[in-house]
């Protein structure tokens, strides 16, 4: 439970980012856009947000799931586990940038960003740069607030009916 | 970490710093920096202490830019 006082919400991260109304509006809107643009396919987003929210150790975050992407059992404790070797090439550049971006950007290499960019171009490449570094501050957020964990689908990632989860 | 950008600009001709990088993703860019500016134009917290914790921020982090 949040030890920040709630409004009534669809779901616990909006029942406490809505003592901002215009702050939730706006960050639930640019969120949005990360899926929405197109840039990345939407299993890579999948697949990284949820290696992010295991390194975090984030519950509130790892019990969301994209239903249409549906990333398997074995995937799962792949991405738990940090064991990239059975995700196609693209996937596996997307999740080693991803490692390292919640406590270890310094130790990103440039290789690592020209595989993605050769994977997905340059537009893919700030799109998903952009994507990991907000799948991590929203880890963080979840943390620092104590947004607690609800199993859920999104159903327009990020929201589920029309909210953040 | 790079010294030199990694990603070119998205605008011809033009540098690559933040801006120009983020072009190449217009619709995120435009609703990132519509967010960011109500982190600073609104809300509670004093402009002062919100760029306190900016420069603390950048500092921990180890980001010059």
Same mark, same amino acid.
């Given at each position: ?71 398997? *059992? !074995? #995937?799962?404790? +792949? ?5 990239? /070797? ?7 550049? $997307? %999740? ?13 290499? *440039? !290789? #690592?960003?020209? +595989? ?5 171009? /340059? ?7 952009? $994507? %990991? ?33 | ?65």
């Amino acid at each position: 439970m949040s030890w920040v006082s709630r409004v009534n919400a669809e779901t616990p991260l909006e029942a406490v980012l809505g003592q901002r109304p215009e702050l939730l509006s706006r960050y639930r809107t640019f969120y949005r856009t990360l899926w929405h643009d197109g840039a990345v396919p939407r299993r890579v987003l999948e697949l990284t947000r949820l290696r992010i929210a295991a390194i975090h150790d984030c519950e509130a975050e790892w019990a969301v799931r994209d239903a249409e992407v549906a990333v398997g *059992d !074995a #995937d799962l404790a +792949a991405l738990r586990a940090g064991d990239f /070797s059975g995700f196609e090439a693209a996937e596996q550049a $997307a %999740l080693q940038v991803a490692e390292l971006m919640p406590y270890a950007h310094h130790q990103i290499e *440039d !290789a #690592d960003v020209q +595989a993605i960019e050769r994977a997905l171009g /340059s537009t893919g490449a700030v799109g998903l740069l952009t $994507a %990991l570094a907000f799948f991590d501050v929203t880890c963080r957020l979840k943390l620092v607030l104590g947004v607690e964990a609800r199993p859920c689908a999104f159903d327009d990632p990020p929201l589920r009916r029309g909210a953040l989860v | 970490m790079s010294t030199k950008p990694r990603i070119q600009s998205a605008i011809p001709g033009a540098a690559a710093d933040f801006a120009s990088v983020m072009s190449h993703v217009p619709d995120i860019t435009a609703s990132f920096f519509d967010l960011y500016a109500e982190f600073w134009q609104h809300g509670v917290v004093p402009a002062t202490l919100k760029e306190m914790t900016r420069l603390r921020n950048a500092r921990v982090t180890d980001c010059g830019y």
